[in-house]
């Protein structure tokens, strides 16, 4: 019996900071559970982090705990393709012709583009402006099938299509069309201080949202200061954007479906069920955290799983962008 060939997946994370829950839920949980079905590529977006600017000793510990992060959500370094994007030179590469292929209208739709030249107005680079050319040769490189990303970067994959169309149209058909995958609970995790705000890393808050790395004291306060409503009666609701954004996380956690949770919680306050919720945010977090710091104690096989990390997406990625080249017409010479 021929072997069925996997699908590919691939997606990124910048080191900005440690991820938040949100982060976890909408993306990171759902990299490992389809680490199993697909031939996964996994990158920390370090070469994305730029776009806004960076204290080089941060953006080095940064990245690196990101990457032990990758691992200890389960990620295995012989299975799946882990890496830092900065460690395979096709991305810049392929990003360079890639932005010869995209119009400088569609770029200027990007809403994280409008959003994000208003909170960093005195640092407005090209590269933040381009940040999608990056992304889209990041999935094309690999001839990814799926990308498990949250609902704010839907706009980006539809770009990553049209740029991928676009080039497929004049030369062949050089890349894999991508889809979105976007999980069904949490792929908008929101603040917990302003649950009309998707929760965000770089949130000058911190009680606004929990880190992966957070204590279980640290979690218990931050969900015991969520915002809610004065109602006092846990259901999900159209004007109860505090309570739909804890019920989502506590099923996200423990699987339980919107009605179990009502009817468990029915005649309870929110007291209780912020405690509930607390309780199975540090269990679910507890055994990344045991590896997070296991990890760190160890330089040299973090070290050691970079380069075979690294090693593994040049093998792939360099193949598309020799073929993009060749497309183009680059005089290509060889070794
Ligand atoms: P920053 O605040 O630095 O812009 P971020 O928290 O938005 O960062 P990213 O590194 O941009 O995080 O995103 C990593 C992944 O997490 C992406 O797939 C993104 O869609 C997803 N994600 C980000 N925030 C949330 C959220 N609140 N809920 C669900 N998924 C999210
Ligand atoms: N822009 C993404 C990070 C990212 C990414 C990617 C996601 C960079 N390259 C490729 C999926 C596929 C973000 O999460 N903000």
Redesign the pocket.
Request: hydrophobic share 40%; net charge neutral.
């Given at each position: 019996m021929e072997l069925q060939k996997k699908q590919r997946v691939l997606?990124a994370?910048?080191p900005?900071?440690i991820p938040?829950l949100?982060?976890y839920?909408?993306?990171l949980r759902n990299w490992k559970n389809m680490s199993a079905n697909y031939d996964c590529a996994y990158a920390v977006a370090d070469l994305h982090a730029i776009t806004v600017r960076q204290d080089p000793k941060a953006l080095k510990q940064q990245t690196m705990q990101m990457f032990a992060i990758l691992l200890a959500i389960g990620l295995d370094p012989e299975q799946s393709a882990v890496f830092v994007q900065s460690h395979v030179d096709t991305h810049a590469q392929l990003a360079w012709l890639l932005n010869c292929y995209t119009q400088f209208g569609e770029a200027s739709r990007m809403t994280q583009f409008k959003e994000k030249s208003q909170k960093h107005a005195d640092n407005i680079n090209v590269g933040l402006f381009t940040y999608p050319v990056l992304m889209a040769a990041d999935i094309l490189l690999y001839q990814a099938h799926y990308v498990p990303?949250?609902?704010?970067?839907k706009q980006h994959l539809e770009i990553a299509r049209d740029i991928a169309e676009r080039f497929n149209g004049l030369y062949g058909s050089v890349f894999t069309l991508p889809e979105p995958f976007i999980g069904t609970v949490?792929?908008?995790?929101?603040s917990l201080q302003d649950p009309e705000k998707?929760?965000?890393?770089?949130d000058v808050n911190p009680k606004a949202s929990i880190s992966i790395l957070d204590s279980p004291d640290a979690i218990v306060k931050k969900f015991k200061s969520a915002v809610t409503d004065s109602e006092a009666w846990v259901r999900y609701a159209e004007d109860k954007a505090g309570i739909n954004n804890l019920m989502t996380i506590f099923s996200a956690c423990t699987g339980w479906s919107y009605e179990q949770i009502e009817s468990d919680f029915a005649g309870k306050g929110y007291g209780d069920f912020k405690l509930a919720v607390a309780d199975a945010v540090i269990e679910e977090l507890r055994p990344l955290q045991f590896r997070f710091d296991r990890l760190m104690k160890d330089p040299a096989y973090l070290k050691q799983c970079a380069h075979l990390g690294a090693e593994k997406a040049k093998r792939i990625s360099q193949r598309t962008l020799d073929k993009c080249m060749k497309k183009i017409g680059f005089w290509i010479i060889g070794n």
């Amino acid at each position: 019996m021929e072997l069925q060939k996997k699908q590919r997946v691939l997606s990124a994370i910048q080191p900005t900071s440690i991820p938040t829950l949100g982060n976890y839920i909408g993306a990171l949980r759902n990299w490992k559970n389809m680490s199993a079905n697909y031939d996964c590529a996994y990158a920390v977006a370090d070469l994305h982090a730029i776009t806004v600017r960076q204290d080089p000793k941060a953006l080095k510990q940064q990245t690196m705990q990101m990457f032990a992060i990758l691992l200890a959500i389960g990620l295995d370094p012989e299975q799946s393709a882990v890496f830092v994007q900065s460690h395979v030179d096709t991305h810049a590469q392929l990003a360079w012709l890639l932005n010869c292929y995209t119009q400088f209208g569609e770029a200027s739709r990007m809403t994280q583009f409008k959003e994000k030249s208003q909170k960093h107005a005195d640092n407005i680079n090209v590269g933040l402006f381009t940040y999608p050319v990056l992304m889209a040769a990041d999935i094309l490189l690999y001839q990814a099938h799926y990308v498990p990303i949250g609902a704010d970067q839907k706009q980006h994959l539809e770009i990553a299509r049209d740029i991928a169309e676009r080039f497929n149209g004049l030369y062949g058909s050089v890349f894999t069309l991508p889809e979105p995958f976007i999980g069904t609970v949490g792929a908008r995790v929101m603040s917990l201080q302003d649950p009309e705000k998707k929760m965000s890393k770089s949130d000058v808050n911190p009680k606004a949202s929990i880190s992966i790395l957070d204590s279980p004291d640290a979690i218990v306060k931050k969900f015991k200061s969520a915002v809610t409503d004065s109602e006092a009666w846990v259901r999900y609701a159209e004007d109860k954007a505090g309570i739909n954004n804890l019920m989502t996380i506590f099923s996200a956690c423990t699987g339980w479906s919107y009605e179990q949770i009502e009817s468990d919680f029915a005649g309870k306050g929110y007291g209780d069920f912020k405690l509930a919720v607390a309780d199975a945010v540090i269990e679910e977090l507890r055994p990344l955290q045991f590896r997070f710091d296991r990890l760190m104690k160890d330089p040299a096989y973090l070290k050691q799983c970079a380069h075979l990390g690294a090693e593994k997406a040049k093998r792939i990625s360099q193949r598309t962008l020799d073929k993009c080249m060749k497309k183009i017409g680059f005089w290509i010479i060889g070794n």
